[in-house]
């Protein structure tokens, strides 16, 4: 009974913008973390950006200094700002989860995914 709703990929040229946001929604007592992830075609799915609760975040070395990644505790909300894009940066785009759907049962900790979001870089 949880989603994850990703939008806002597209199609943008070489030193273009764009943000994505993720919205987490159903049953859900505590959101540990969030973060996103990509997958190009041909490679393994990587480490974009995570963001804790408290607000820590970790960045992968090819997106330091041009991407941010922040939140939105209220809303259940995680966003990432991608600037000065790079053709490499092409890719799906996948939202996760760090939730505990119950605050009896620990055991209801588990992490989720979204339905990924297409972001295309290319002149």
């Known amino acids: 009974q949880v989603q994850l709703v990703e939008s806002g990929g597209g199609l943008v040229q070489p030193g273009g913008s764009l943000r994505l946001s993720c919205a987490a929604s159903?049953?859900?007592?505590?959101?540990?973390?969030m973060g996103w992830y990509r997958q190009a075609p041909g490679k393994q799915r990587e480490l974009v950006a995570t963001?804790?609760?408290?607000?820590?975040?970790d960045y992968a070395d090819s997106v330091k200094g041009r991407f941010t990644i922040s939140g939105d505790n209220a809303k259940n909300t995680v966003y990432l700002q991608m600037n000065s894009l790079e053709p490499e940066d092409t890719a799906v785009y996948y939202c996760?989860?760090?939730?505990?759907?119950?605050?009896?049962?620990?055991?209801?900790?588990?992490?989720?995914w979204g339905q990924g979001t297409q972001v295309t870089v290319s002149s």
């Open positions: 996760n989860a760090d939730i505990q759907r119950s605050y009896s049962t620990y055991s209801t900790r588990s992490n989720y």
């Open positions: 963001i804790t609760k408290t607000g820590n975040t």
């Open positions: 159903g049953s859900i007592f505590s959101i540990f973390a």
